[in-house]
């Protein structure tokens, strides 16, 4: 089948001090129980325990620009009153395609600190664009598609078939795997049918436990 180019721009970013039960602290919206469990009779969360879920994590962001200057700000679920802005949430994104085409997904590291990858499920693709250590290649700058050093950038080429139709998730594959999607460097793509209506309401569902590592060696390499 014939395919049309689509571009799209991701920056691995850091969300410094998330908490999934206060995205933004001391804002009254955040931080409520309305089931009213032990511990929140008044219906709120303690500042123990919201402090106590604290994270420092990582996400995928999406920009409207190459210059990653323009980021996309749009809500995941347009229904959800609560949902947090767009630069306190995770998981960062979610992403939508249909079939035929041609996905020129570029992936900015922007987190200092450590390399990443983009792996994704159920769409077509070459070794190129195989985000999973060891499995990708490097080219001839020395930069590899499963190991984007801190500041660099890779572009990876996925082609969307119609039997793709569905969600697929996608995640960092480098060296710390669980580490990195533990910390929130996750999201998911949707592939429409378009001979379908689109539903009155979506709602991308992700069930993931967010966890900090204490400690750990960098695995990967720096360059100088």
Not at 13 to 20: A, M
Not at 36 to 53: C, F, Q
Not at 153 to 166: A, C, K, Q, R, S
Request: charged content about 25%; overall charge negative.
């Amino acid at each position: 089948m014939e395919f049309f180019r689509r571009d799209v721009f991701l920056k691995i970013e850091q969300l410094l001090s998330y908490s999934p039960l206060a995205p933004i602290v001391c804002a009254s919206r955040y931080g409520r129980d309305c089931m009213y469990n032990t511990g929140h009779e008044y219906g709120r969360v303690g500042a123990d325990e919201i402090l106590n879920s604290m994270l420092d994590g990582l996400v995928y962001r999406e920009y409207l620009d190459p210059h990653f200057t323009v980021p996309n700000k749009s809500k995941i679920v347009q229904a959800d009153v609560n949902e947090p802005p767009w630069n306190r949430r995770i998981p960062g994104c979610v992403l939508y395609a249909r079939p035929g085409e041609r996905l020129y997904i570029h992936v900015l590291n922007g987190d200092p600190n450590d390399c990443h990858s983009f792996h994704i499920h159920g769409l077509r693709y070459g070794i190129e664009s195989d985000g999973a250590w060891p499995f990708g290649i490097a080219d001839n700058h020395g930069d590899r598609s499963d190991e984007i050093l801190p500041g660099r950038m890779w572009t990876y080429i996925f082609d969307v078939l119609p039997e793709m139709v569905g969600a697929w998730g996608f995640h960092d594959h480098a060296h710390n795997v669980a580490k990195n999607v533990n910390l929130g460097l996750f999201g998911g793509l949707i592939v429409r049918d378009p001979k379908l209506e689109c539903p009155d309401h979506e709602i991308p569902l992700f069930i993931r436990e967010l966890a900090a590592q204490r400690g750990g060696s960098r695995l990967c390499r720096i360059r100088p």
